[in-house]
């Protein structure tokens, strides 16, 4: 009969319908209250190490900021026989070698990230993107060995005379290769660094590019468009705010590395006109010094040097947000 097996359906569907325990509906509302709390104590409690880490870089740092004032800043000097400290040199070293890793790294990684989410064969596409993520789990002192045994020397016979020979004489920027080819300095730093953060940079503009809707792309080349016209007009105006990230993801790697840098610039504390000499970074300087600081003063100073560099790198995060919150903000103002 029509009408019994109606009452049959009814009957069978409103056999599946949950009947609410009060005794289990408070018992998940005390459940949902732990996980609540236990996620903003976790969320606290990063605020509070972050807070704790910078007062006591600012305790430790204290007999040296007062003492030297501002100086400690602005001066090169570096004399622990005479109690005389100043950060400059570790402060340029530290930016410069940053600044040429991000040149040499931003748009290898940004090429690799392209060639793998557009380009690439489907054969190669899993090998090669193994092969950069395994680069990134290499450790800093393989690099800092291999850029000292193998790398210098290359930069010393080849590669540095040639620079010296064909752009020392530029009126504009020949002074930065100028000086006899040490092999380490801060433009070797600066390759070693670029080598180490390429992965980071590589394997996050990827992950965001292949974020694209494909039909965005489809619907480009439906137009008549060209890959490099669907790369510059839909994949990188879409991922913008992903390739901001993860620039700056490679650029906090790279102001922080200490080891891999302390065997390849030199530690010379002192500022040269040339990227082909030896320099110093903070981070190489901190490592160097630390165990052999004796007095109040020297071991005080490198610890100032921690709070610079605490400083720079939550300056440089602190605006890379702020990018990124203006293009979220514009991208919401096209959209």
């Not at 940053?98 to 090998?127: H, N, Q, Y």
């Amino acid at each position: 009969m029509p009408g019994s097996t109606y009452l049959w359906q009814e009957r069978e569907r409103n056999s599946h319908v949950a009947i609410i325990d009060p005794r289990h509906a408070a018992k998940q509302l005390i459940y949902e209250r732990i996980f609540r709390s236990a996620t903003f104590i976790a969320a606290i409690l990063v605020l509070l190490i972050l807070g704790g880490v910078a007062v006591s870089l600012l305790r430790g740092a204290w007999p040296a900021l007062s003492h030297f004032g501002f100086s400690f800043v602005s001066r090169e000097i570096w004399n622990p026989v005479t109690d005389q400290f100043g950060a400059l040199a570790p402060i340029y070293g530290t930016v410069m070698t940053s600044l040429i890793a991000m040149l040499l790294a931003i748009p290898t990684g940004f090429g690799i990230a392209l060639f793998l989410t557009e380009l690439c064969p489907p054969l190669l596409k899993r090998p090669i993107g193994v092969a950069v993520e395994l680069l990134a789990a290499v450790p800093s002192i393989i690099f800092g060995i291999w850029g000292l045994f193998v790398l210098a020397p290359v930069l010393q016979r080849h590669v540095q005379p040639w620079l010296i020979r064909n752009f020392g004489d530029l009126p504009a920027i020949g002074h930065l290769f100028k000086g006899p080819p040490y092999g380490i300095g801060i433009l070797t730093a600066g390759i070693v660094l670029a080598i180490m953060v390429l992965p980071f940079i590589a394997a996050t503009l990827r992950d965001v590019f292949d974020t694209v809707p494909p039909m965005l792309k489809e619907s480009g080349y439906g137009l008549g468009a060209t890959t490099w016209e669907v790369i510059w007009n839909v994949v990188v105006p879409h991922s913008r705010v992903g390739i901001v990230g993860g620039i700056m993801l490679g650029l906090g790697r790279a102001l922080g590395e200490t080891m891999a840098v302390t065997f390849v610039i030199g530690n010379a504390h002192r500022i040269s006109s040339s990227l082909l000499a030896p320099g110093t970074t903070i981070s190489s300087s901190i490592a160097n010094e630390f165990t052999e600081a004796v007095g109040d003063l020297y071991t005080s100073s490198l610890i100032a040097l921690g709070l610079l560099l605490f400083l720079i790198t939550f300056t440089v995060i602190a605006a890379a947000q702020a990018m990124l919150r203006r293009l979220e903000r514009r991208s919401g103002v096209v959209a």
